[in-house]
């Protein structure tokens, strides 16, 4: 029986690497998904999210982090509580 320890806090480029990793061997976005599930567990990235990122990776997208985006901060006014 092989023992899987849990990773709890990885960063968020971190399973995109491993979707990388794992679709240049060609497994299918489900099975990705699957042994990202297992390592880990609850904070787990989605299925959508995986399958993005196997369609991507797939069409010869090289990084594996976000898109710039605008230079308008996200900030939550007192409006909006």
């Given at each position: ?8 806090s ?39 999210k995986v ?18 985006r605008s ?7 007192l409006?909006?509580?």
């Open positions: 029986m092989v023992f899987i320890e849990i990773i709890e990885p960063a968020q480029c971190e399973g995109r690497s491993v979707i990388r990793f794992l679709s240049a061997r060609n497994l299918s976005a489900a099975d990705i998904h699957g042994q990202i599930c297992e390592v880990y567990g609850a904070t787990a990235l989605r299925d959508g399958r993005k990122w196997v369609r991507d990776f797939q069409a010869d997208c090289e990084n594996g982090h976000d898109d710039s230079s308008r901060p996200s900030v939550i006014g409006f909006w509580l």
